[in-house]
């Protein structure tokens, strides 16, 4: 089957979600091209917990945007958001006139407003799939959290419906707009630093499994667990300390998500992909595959504490990622290194160091536009937007290939992207399948 043709993900247990009469494209409201005279983008946040509200507050500063709906399966959570949202705009002086925040428990209610133009997923990873499809197929432009989605199938039904449905769809990779990860990047695809002999990328490990417990399931109106699970197995509601309500800790189950090698591969092998210019490029292959898992039971599902795996391209480049390299990005050439994280950039030379990039070796040219006003800006004008699905989705990839490798217990697997399979290690694909809890459907 081929992975890319019309798949579509359906929630039977939300029909309004997947039932829009009458869609209407973003662009159609004055986006996308010509500006409608309000110059208003109105936002629906879906996902409000720590990171939705942290990147709808740095949205909500750009003039003309305006977040006008929440949805989160969290009481607590949905009236902290609007009450702040409210507050928020109350306060700002000389902006157009605000109508109010509407809360929502089912994402597709929020979806089927004809006077939202985008949306901000910040949901857990299994629900990233379902409302990013559902919002293509409603016209609205999508900012939506990184990985991609907690499948390689989930990650192609994305693009394939992003692509469809012809909208804007910006991924939350944030270093790709920042000026040490550019400027490294930059450095690399200009030559700078010579032939390219290795390039080490380090991630995160760790978990927090340690007091994992079953506890009771909190009242349906205060946290809608079962919506929560949504696509994904039961699993018994476990809070780690007293009101996680799963928040945060999901991340450490299989189920959920993919542990610090899926919650961190968009952010620094994108940048070592992107300064070798391999964005366009599929994974072939991981090799040394080699984790480290808790001592829980098996069904807890527990993703790897520590882990390393070098992923090969077609052209026979080589990045090796571990958890205990540190953190950032490291490029080797034959005329110096540079290595580079979060607020900091090292270099061999002080030749590197002094050197003055023109504008046209510039990785996304001389723009400081931000992230998020670069997503804005691709709205009103059609352009592509800086951290594209289709691009961070192979990113994406690289972590499932890895964890998949891991967890079955082989140092090597070989990837056809064109057949969407591993080669020949049926113990490793196995984890590339998803089986959607009832009555959510994966269709194709």
Known sequence: MN?????????????????????????????????????RINFGLI??????????????????????????????????????????????????????????LDYGELLARPDIDAVLVATPDHWHALPVVDAARAGKHIYCEKPV?????????????????????????????????????????????????????????????????????????????????????????????ENAKMHYNWRWCYDFGGGQLSDWICHHHDIAVLGLGLEGVEVSEIREAKGTFPDLPVELRATATKYSFEAVYANGTVISVSSSFGGGVRY?????WIAVDRGRISYSNDRLKRLVIPSTQQIFGPSTVGHYENMIECIRTGARPRSPIDEVSRVTTVAHLANAAIRSGRETVVWNAAAGEIVGAPEAQRFLTRTYRAPYVLQS
Not at 225 to 233: D, E, K, S, T, V
């Open 149 to 241: 989605a907690n499948s390689i199938i989930e990650c192609r039904a994305m693009v394939a419906a992003v692509e469809r449905a012809g909208v804007v769809c910006q991924l939350g990779n944030m270093q790709r707009s920042s000026g040490e990860f550019r400027r490294a990047m930059s450095l690399v695809r200009g030559g700078y630093l010579g032939k390219i002999t290795r390039v080490q990328v380090g991630l995160p490990g760790g978990g927090l499994y340690q007091n994992l417990k079953p506890s009771p399931v909190p009242a349906a109106s205060d946290f809608d667990y079962g919506r929560w699970l949504g696509p994904a197995p039961y699993r018994p509601y476990c809070a780690l300390k």
């Open 47 to 104: 996902g409000a917990g720590n990171q939705g509200n942290h990147v709808m507050y740095g949205f909500r500063y750009i003039n003309g945007v305006q977040f006008v709906a929440i949805c989160d399966v969290d009481r607590g959570r949905r009236d902290t958001t609007k009450a702040s949202l409210e507050g928020f705009y109350a306060s700002r002086s000389g902006q157009d006139k605000y109508l109010g925040c509407e809360s929502y």
């Open 3 to 39: 992975r890319r043709s019309f798949f579509k993900l359906i929630s039977t247990a939300a029909p309004a979600a997947v039932m829009f009469p009458q869609i209407v494209k973003a662009s159609t409201l004055g986006l996308g091209g010509g500006i409608a005279p309000s110059n």
């Open 332 to 336: 080797e050439g034959t005329e110096g």
